[in-house]
């Protein structure tokens, strides 16, 4: 075990989950999933934790993208799409059965939700996956911490409409507001009411972004405690701030990369939610019909970061990195060669946000000896497509 503690530092909390919290999702399928959890226990505020896939087949995460769970959350239209994207994920989940699930940003739409906490919608959306007991990490988009927006209709003749708020002290405050939820509040209540998340902070220098950390997956043999791949998750912005990755996240990248992967002889994957300039510069030559692309939605313009500050230069000059994955685009799920590593979107999940596209999820699936990394996305209505072999 000593092997591993340079990788791996977790902390198990436990906490008396509240009853009074009447969660939106559909009927609980519960089954035993085949991640073990590696843990070198030692009190720490953050989370860095390892995975290990049993039964030396494969290590499969699903990625739900752009929830976007209480948009228009005063009417009777949003609730509904709440339960429509529990359906998905509910139904990819139980058709792959995944061993980890990420969250890649716009969990929810916070410029809908007049609410003291936004955790609780938070909640509901994580529900379907700890249900299950399966294992998740999250990151944050540009709409999950972003201010409120007043709905024009409010101030019609209409009049505003009565708002009902959750009356629950779980999420603390039983209270209409206005003021919004942070990332930061957001990060905190799903770390400490849920043991299975395995979402963490970023050191505080890299403030005002937040979901910087990194995970490890290690060698299936239950002997071995070796890396087989990294995955870094990153916050790219957007709502209480610019929609970049800055300098310093980037030299955080740097530093905590050559800590544990210095000679880069370990695969290395990377999250994040809103798409680098390199998207669009990939998406010209799909355009042009010059690119070895794989998806099926090619519908709409690549909607980027406003700039590049180092990170998909060093991410270029690491070997390692075979693939980043990101959001953001409801209308784009391809996977293009970039360098020598795939740009990816997942596919829009949630019924909440722009567009009537069919929902869905990317899967990735990793094997070991040899290492490959292979992706295809899973359907809300059970079809599989666009199968592609990012690495091997």
Excluded at 10 to 27: A, G, T
Excluded at 245 to 274: A, G, L, M
Aim: a negative charge; proline letters at 6%.
């Amino acid at each position: 075990m000593a092997k591993l503690q340079s990788w791996c530092t977790i902390i198990i909390l436990f906490f008396i989950w509240p009853q009074n919290i009447v969660m939106v999702r559909s009927d609980d399928v519960q089954y035993e999933h085949k991640v073990e959890l590696v843990d070198d226990l030692r009190p720490m505020s953050t989370r860095d934790g390892c995975l290990r896939f049993a039964g030396g087949s494969s290590f499969k995460v699903a990625l739900f993208a752009d929830l976007h769970f209480g948009e228009d959350a005063w009417t009777d239209w949003g609730p509904k799409q709440d339960l429509n994207s529990v359906k998905v994920m509910s139904t990819v989940l139980d058709d792959e059965r995944p061993d980890f699930v990420v969250y890649l940003g716009d969990v929810i739409t916070a410029n809908n939700l007049p609410i003291h906490n936004a955790s609780l919608y938070w909640d509901q959306a994580i529900s379907p996956t700890r249900a299950r007991n399966i294992p998740w990490a999250s990151l944050f988009g540009n709409h999950d911490d972003a201010p409120f927006e007043w709905p024009i209709d409010w101030f019609s003749s209409s009049r505003i409409p009565q708002i009902l708020c959750p009356s629950t002290n779980a999420f603390g405050g039983d209270e209409c507001s206005f003021k919004g939820t942070t990332r930061l509040e957001l990060l905190k209540n799903e770390i400490r009411r849920n043991v299975l998340s395995y979402t963490g902070f970023g050191p505080q220098n890299l403030w005002p972004s937040v979901s910087n950390y990194f995970l490890t997956v290690v060698s299936p043999k239950s002997d071995d405690t070796s890396p087989v791949m990294f995955m870094y998750f990153l916050d790219s912005g957007g709502g209480s701030y610019p929609e970049v990755i800055s300098t310093i996240q980037s030299e955080w990248f740097h530093n905590k990369s050559q800590e544990v992967n210095p000679d880069s002889s370990i695969p290395e994957i990377v999250f994040w939610h809103i798409p680098s300039k390199a998207y669009k510069k990939v998406s010209k030559k799909v355009a042009a019909r010059q690119s070895r692309c794989v998806g099926s939605m090619f519908d709409e313009p690549v909607a980027t970061q406003v700039a590049e500050m180092g990170m998909m230069k060093l991410l270029k000059e690491r070997p390692s990195v075979k693939a980043i994955f990101v959001g953001h685009n409801h209308g784009l799920d391809w996977c293009c060669p970039y360098e020598k590593m795939w740009l990816c979107f997942a596919r829009h999940t949630g019924y909440g946000g722009y567009g009537t596209w069919a929902r869905g999820a990317r899967i990735l699936e990793v094997t070991d000896e040899p290492f490959s990394l292979k992706s295809w996305i899973r359907m809300e209505n059970g079809s599989l497509h666009s199968e592609v072999v990012l690495s091997n």
